[in-house]
């Protein structure tokens, strides 16, 4: 047990961060993952210094109506302020609505403005958080469980990481699902892979290609996904399976979060109720798991020499 406190002295950003949350009356145990985001919530609340930023990568809900966002927003009445900021981006069952994609969307939008105080205008959007450029993309239609980006959207992005790296610091992206291929994907994308799986399964899609060449563009580049339920492996899943949680790939840092609430697999442990703690620094990046549940850190996986924690200069 113990509370939230950065790494190092002289910290300059610290976010909790969360996915898969999917709030759900439809749940067998409805009050389970609402408990679960609760425990996150306390967790981010009861840090030794006040979080800059609480987020959820996505599927906040199973299903983005006004029923599961209401719940959601009980849970938020119960820790109001777990940080300065509070980001909600979309995934894909956010997006689903038995009245459709714009329905669901709207329920987020007033969702969001409750929980957060301010809505933004379209599926995706940035924000500074004490200097640095925190980048959140979001689906602009349903096609499943693969988003849609839009050209519209990956130039935006483009023009977000030119001008959030252009001084040398670095850009934090979240998007709910990770490129194709990565983290094990394919086969983490369930618990029981088919022989013939769609290579893109569990992964952005079509537009996997076009994402990757933008990220890739810029230095200090940090890519946040959910959505696989994969849980959380290092080091030694790297080196004997050829993936990760946490991995590098043309100097862009990739982290793949487990469901904080639903069955997680694939991974070396697959525990729910945990997350990452990213940390800012004047030289270095620091992402560390969390337990939120036991409010300690996660420590079973070695993630990067040894240590129970991924670390990157910038």
Known sequence: MGKIRPLYDNCLVSCVIAADTHIDIKHP????????????????????TKQDAFIIIGDTTSRGDDVNWGLTEDCFK???????????????????????????????????????????????????????????????????????LGEEQLAWLDGELAAGTA?????????????????????????????????????????????EAILKKYR????????????FCGERFLRERGFSSFEEEDGVALFNLPSNACGNHSGENNRNCVGLVLEIYKDNVV?????????????KVPVRDGKPYFEKEY
């Open 29 to 48: 145990q409805p009050w389970l993952p609402q408990l679960l985001l609760k425990r996150a919530l306390s967790d981010s609340t009861n840090a030794r």
């Open 78 to 148: 119960k820790y109001p302020a777990p940080a300065k900021e509070i980001f909600l981006p979309l995934g894909n069952h956010d997006t689903w609505n038995d009245d459709g994609y714009d329905s669901a969307i709207d329920c987020w939008r007033r969702a969001v403005k409750t929980i957060c105080g301010k809505a933004p205008e379209r599926q995706y959007f940035s924000a500074d958080v004490n200097g640095f450029r925190f980048v959140f993309m979001g689906s602009v239609g349903d096609v499943g469980d693969m988003p849609v």
């Open 167 to 211: 001084d040398g610091r670095p850009v934090f992206v979240f998007n709910h699902q990770s490129p194709n291929g990565r983290h094990g994907l394919p086969q983490t994308a369930t618990a029981h892979p088919e022989p013939d799986i769609d290579p893109a399964e569990g992964g952005v899609g079509e537009e996997s290609d076009a994402l």
């Open 220 to 231: 200090n580049v940090f890519y946040f996904s959910g959505h696989s339920h994969m849980g």
């Open 287 to 299: 992402v560390r798991p969390r337990d939120f549940l036991l409010h300690t850190w996660f420590g």
